[in-house]
């Protein structure tokens, strides 16, 4: 089974980078018609979906995170990187990173579900 494991700090101070680094064990980030993700969950509310990177190394994010983000990946740790740029207390949240097998549709991203999550970590942003 897919294993994904967060790690980086626990506590970031308002209007520097988060960076965050998602592990993963017994499956490759490179394997065809994957997709590597970011999640984050604030205290109290729901899930929201910040980004991807591809099997194939491309990337995309959330309209309303797109300006702050960047996913990066290190193919032979196999790890990817989140980095969230600018944060504020409303970036507080448990972050998880999460796989999703996918295909383009008729240039349409078609996503079939996120089967392995990491178990998260609160990131904490304050002075």
């Known amino acids: 089974q897919v294993q994904l494991q967060e790690s980086g700090p626990g506590l970031v101070k308002p209007s520097q980078t988060l960076s965050l680094t998602c592990t993963v064990s017994r499956g490759s980030i490179t394997t065809n018609y994957y997709y590597w993700s970011w999640i984050r969950q604030p205290p109290g509310k729901g899930l929201e979906w910040i980004g991807y990177i591809a099997y194939s190394g491309s990337t995309y994010y959330s309209p309303s995170l797109k300006s702050r983000t960047s996913i990066s990946r290190d193919t032979s740790k196999n790890q990817f990187t989140l980095q969230l740029s600018s944060v504020t207390p409303e970036d507080t949240a448990v972050y998880y990173c999460?796989?999703?097998?996918?295909?383009?549709?008729?240039?349409?991203?078609?996503?079939?579900?996120?089967?392995?999550w990491g178990k998260g970590t609160l990131v904490t942003v304050s002075s």
């Open positions: 999460a796989r999703e097998g996918g295909e383009v549709v008729a240039g349409i991203f078609r996503g079939y579900g996120m089967d392995y």
